[in-house]
């Protein structure tokens, strides 16, 4: 490992996560906005438009020019499971984005283990990008794909080796990850040169593979440091002034590990020691204000978790700030919420008594909350109210949760699948020498089953 620099640098990008905040304000988007992605799986300008502003995390510009920063981050959100698609029931319905079965335990992460995870996902994930603040063009061969997950997973592996706090030099820690991998120079032999459109085999002539390499490679190694690993708080970036945005000069780069990034960086080794991490206790780190705004006062991302569902993100940082509104509410509500439940989050959070009008606003919002169930039945029509009552407590027809709507009409719903036993229904009805008309619409998935049963 290098000494620490004597200076430090004269311009310096502090580390901040906020790629963890933008991965919470994204969860918020997706409980209270319907969001149907496109063709081609991306987020709808529309929809792009509202959620871009309250993002933190740098851009990552496409080659038409657009921004795929958001699409690039639902992504991610969608691998590791915390959003997922869902699709109504019905012909022509659009898959929307929901909750996925990963977010409860995402929730319940303290700020190193997000970032752990996150860090993990950007080790292996080749569809997270960083932004290029250096140009990687020029020649280069295609440094993207495995190979670049492999730069990732070397660079890392070295940034544990060093202390939080001291500022140390790119440069000389690209050139510690080629002196300790000599695969890296066996590798760069076997490699083209590259001239314009041309490759052309190289000589055996004496080279300087290490400088052949540093060319290619030095880009996406400031590319990683100046980007996603800054966006997720791990490391402090310094250089000289710049003249121009994307003029950054390698011998002028420095890197600081902050006191997070250190946690990070030593996360599984810690965890393997300590076992397996106990979830904390509710802090009370919210203010609610009468004007329904609500402060969270500290980055206690459990907290911030349990009121994403019923509030609409105003900023989320180091101190973030929400908004109860109807909208929000009774969105949660359709999604299972119960007001009770909600007023208990707030109470069991707040630093101080919840004050008395957005109680009993709270409570008149969700009242004008209504709801209808609509359900694929199959309906049974029978002779008389005797045999009707009889049937519905049958132990085969009580099992497919048979309910007597009428005095002489069954109602049976589907199974979890989305099927209903015809087969069973009408064994039961032989048995008590009723026959039995399958009246089921041609386009009725289950009339190949009425179809089949007639056949026998």
């Given at each position: 490992m290098q000494e620490k620099l004597a200076t430090d640098p004269?311009?310096?990008?502090?580390?901040?996560?906020?790629?963890?905040?933008?991965?919470?304000?994204?969860?918020n988007a997706v409980y209270q906005m319907t969001i149907e992605p496109t063709r081609e799986s991306n987020i709808p300008k529309r929809i792009v438009k509202k959620i871009r502003p309250l993002l933190k995390g740098q851009q990552r510009i496409t080659y038409k020019g657009d921004d795929a920063y958001i699409d690039m981050l639902m992504h991610v959100l969608k691998t590791l499971k915390l959003i997922k698609y869902t699709q109504a029931p019905f012909d022509n319905a659009k898959p929307y984005l929901s909750p996925g079965p990963r977010l409860e335990g995402w929730a319940n992460k303290d700020m190193i283990e997000q970032t752990s995870q996150l860090l993990d996902e950007w080790q292996h994930n080749h569809n997270?990008?960083?932004?290029?603040?250096?140009?990687t063009d020029g020649g280069s061969w295609n440094y993207y794909g495995a190979y670049e997950l492999t730069l990732r997973q070397l660079l890392l592996t070295h940034l544990r080796e060093y202390p939080e706090g001291s500022w140390h030099s790119v440069a000389a820690l690209i050139s510690e990850?080629?002196?300790?991998?000599?695969?890296?120079?066996?590798q760069q032999k076997m490699r083209p040169y590259s001239y314009g459109y041309y490759q052309m085999p190289k000589k055996q002539a004496k080279r300087d593979l290490f400088q052949e390499w540093v060319i290619n490679a030095a880009p996406h190694?400031?590319?990683?440091?100046?980007?996603?690993l800054n966006e997720l708080g791990i490391v402090d970036m310094g250089n000289a002034p710049l003249q121009e945005e994307t003029k950054l000069v390698l011998k002028s780069c420095a890197f600081r590990i902050t006191e997070l990034g250190a946690q990070v960086l030593a996360y599984k080794k810690t965890k393997a020691k300590s076992?397996?991490?106990?979830?904390?206790?509710a802090q009370k780190s919210l203010i609610i204000q009468p004007n329904y705004e609500i402060l969270l006062l500290q980055p206690d991302l459990p907290t911030l978790y349990s009121i994403l569902p019923f509030t609409q993100v105003k900023q989320i940082q180091m101190v973030s700030t929400l908004l109860l509104t109807q909208d929000a509410l009774l969105r949660a509500i359709q999604q299972g919420l119960r007001i009770e439940t909600i007023l208990a989050i707030l109470r069991e959070r707040s630093q101080k008594e919840l004050p008395q009008n957005v109680i009993y606003t709270l409570q008149d919002w969700a009242k004008q909350y209504k709801h209808a169930t609509v359900s694929q039945v199959a309906l049974l029509e029978?002779?008389?109210?005797?045999?009707t009552t009889r049937l519905s407590q049958h132990p085969t027809l009580s099992k497919m949760n048979a309910r007597q709507l009428m005095p002489t009409t069954l109602a049976i719903p589907t199974d979890t699948n989305g099927n209903i036993n015809y087969q069973s229904i009408?064994?039961?009805?032989?048995?008590?020498?009723?026959?039995?008309?399958?009246?089921?619409?041609?386009?009725?998935?289950?009339h190949k089953l009425r179809e089949y049963y007639y056949d026998d």
């Open positions: 004269e311009v310096i990008t502090s580390g901040e996560t906020a790629l963890l905040y933008d991965v919470a304000t994204l969860i997270w990008a960083d932004n290029p603040r250096v140009s990850i080629w002196d300790a991998h000599p695969e890296l120079a066996t190694f400031i590319n990683m440091l100046y980007s996603s076992g397996k991490s106990e979830v904390a206790p029978l002779p008389d109210e005797e045999t009408r064994q039961v009805l032989e048995k008590e020498h009723i026959s039995v008309d399958f009246q089921i619409h041609s386009s009725d998935p289950m």
